[in-house]
Nanobody, 123 residues
Framework: QVQLVESGGDSVQTGGTLRLACAAD????????MGWFREAPGKEREEVAQ???????YYAPSVKDRFIISQDNVKNTAYLQMHSLKPEDTAMYYC??????????????????WGQGTQVTVS
């Protein structure tokens, strides 16, 4: 079972930029999907972005055109580049993986592995 460790969370001002990283303890080149979720106090966890099926990407409407998800299969690390940060982006950000291999591209990911989270605060 792959294990994930997030980093990069910080406190920034409105309009700022952050890059979150999600380091896996083994290869992520063939697993089906990596995703980022966030959870703000008093709110349900929401999906932010995912990369799946060999390069397909999804972004929540609230972050589209501001956030970019990517993964480096050499470093076994997924990233979330965040631009034009807003106070409403404040949340604990979690990395997740659908570790299945050989899934038919296009099928919705099923995230079963989670990191411990990294806090992003925008003020």
């Amino acid at each position: 079972q792959v294990q994930l460790v997030e980093s990069g969370g910080d406190s920034v001002q409105t309009g700022g930029t952050l890059r979150l990283a999600c380091a896996a303890d083994r290869s992520i080149a063939e697993i089906y999907s990596m995703g980022w979720f966030r959870e703000a106090p008093g709110k349900e966890r929401e999906e932010v972005a995912q990369i799946y099926g060999g390069g397909r990407v999804y972004y929540a409407p609230s972050v589209k055109d501001r956030f970019i998800i990517s993964q480096d299969n050499v470093k076994n690390t997924a990233y979330l580049q965040m631009h034009s940060l807003k106070p409403e982006d404040t949340a604990m950000y979690y990395c997740a993986a659908d570790p299945r291999i050989g899934v038919v591209p296009g099928i919705a990911p099923h995230f079963t592995v989670w990191g411990q989270g990294t806090q992003v605060t925008v003020s």
